[in-house]
């Protein structure tokens, strides 16, 4: 194994479509979990949102190396 790639137990992915109204409750709670379980990754994918979710979650995950935000260019259902 590398020695910069980290590993984790537990994946939890949550992909979000125009789901601004939503985000915040959702991310609270992420931000919540990743500070008590170190051995937890969490991916927010976005699958081609029009209604600026990404750049609020863009501007509000914290620095965490366990939370990241992947961005999909078109919607894939």
Do not use: H, W
Not at 21 to 47: G, P, R, T, W
Request: glycine share 2%; charged share 25%; aromatic share 10%.
């Amino acid at each position: 194994m590398n020695k910069f790639t980290k590993t984790y137990d537990v994946t939890i992915i949550i992909p979000f479509f125009n789901s601004k109204n939503f985000l915040n409750k959702s991310l609270k709670n992420s931000i919540q979990l990743a500070n008590k379980c170190k051995n937890i990754e969490i991916l927010y994918i976005d699958d081609g949102s029009k209604d600026n979710s990404y750049n609020l979650l863009k501007n509000r995950i914290p620095d965490k190396a366990n939370i990241k935000l992947i961005k999909n260019k078109k919607n894939n259902g």
